[in-house]
Antibody, heavy 121, light 112 residues
Framework: EVQLLESGGGLVQPGGSLRLSCVAS????????LGWVRQTPEKGLEWVSD????????FYADSVRGRFTISRDNSKNTLYLQMNSLRVEDTALYYC??????????????WGQGTLVTVSS | DVVLTQSPLSLPVTLGQPASISCRSS???????????LTWFQQRPGQSPRRLIY???NRDSGVPDRFSGSGSGTYFTLKISRVEAEDVGVYYC?????????FGQGTRLEIK
């Protein structure tokens, strides 16, 4: 059974940084691309970033490009999202999600439970 | 960016009756490989999104056959043949054909 467990969310001031983690199990980690999706009541679901199975290819939404960095450690079955220069509008529930293959994107076939990020002074 | 417009945004349905949600895309969702990467998710109250349908009409494992997806090009539909109480929640379409991945606004299904 695929399991994705996010952590690292919390309260941070505008301009601050946070690193999210997502520990995966139940599948061969390096064989699958992974992504981050965030959700707010106002904007619904918003894709944030994706990374290929070997970590060599990364993709970002314009709203986070240059501020967020997605990475993975295949030896630890862990996905990361380093978030810098955080803004109030980054406040959201952040989900990690599994893709359908190492370079197959836009499938998001399994999701974690999410970790809440609140950016506020 | 590809804009996905869902309708209706709110869908009250009587138990046992059918339901239909549409998702209209601002651009064709046919990828260069000929496949259309249109996905439907269900999000029950208090839960994470769950994928129901991928590539327009393929049901995920464990999804009841009362759920079906159809469509092509820029217009897609999710149908529930007979709504059950466990179907309450918000339904989202998503396109995976073009970067960035984008979602519809969501349709809230409730029992009348």
């Amino acid at each position: 059974e695929v399991q994705l467990l996010e952590s690292g969310g919390g309260l941070v001031q505008p301009g601050g940084s946070l690193r999210l983690s997502c520990v995966a199990s139940g599948f061969t980690f390096n064989n699958y691309a992974l992504g981050w999706v965030r959700q707010t009541p106002e904007k619904g679901l918003e894709w944030v970033s994706d990374i290929s199975g070997n970590g060599g290819n990364t993709f970002y939404a314009d709203s986070v490009r240059g501020r967020f960095t997605i990475s993975r450690d295949n030896s630890k079955n862990t996905l990361y999202l380093q978030m810098n220069s955080l803004r109030v509008e980054d406040t959201a529930l952040y989900y990690c999600a599994k893709e359908a293959g190492s370079t197959a994107y836009g499938h998001l076939d399994s999701w974690g439970q999410g970790t809440l990020v609140t950016v506020s002074s | 960016d590809v804009v996905l417009t869902q309708s209706p945004l709110s869908l009250p349905v009587t138990l046992g009756q059918p339901a239909s949600i549409s998702c209209r895309s601002s651009q064709s969702l046919v990828y260069s490989d000929g496949i259309t990467y249109l996905t439907w998710f269900q999000q029950r109250p208090g839960q994470s999104p769950r994928r129901l349908i991928y590539k327009v009409s393929n049901r995920d494992s464990g999804v009841p056959d009362r759920f079906s997806g159809s469509g092509s090009g820029t217009y897609f539909t999710l149908k529930i043949s007979r709504v059950e109480a466990e179907d309450v929640g918000v339904y989202y379409c998503m396109q995976g054909t073009r970067w960035p991945l984008t979602f519809g606004q969501g349709t809230r299904l409730e029992i009348k």
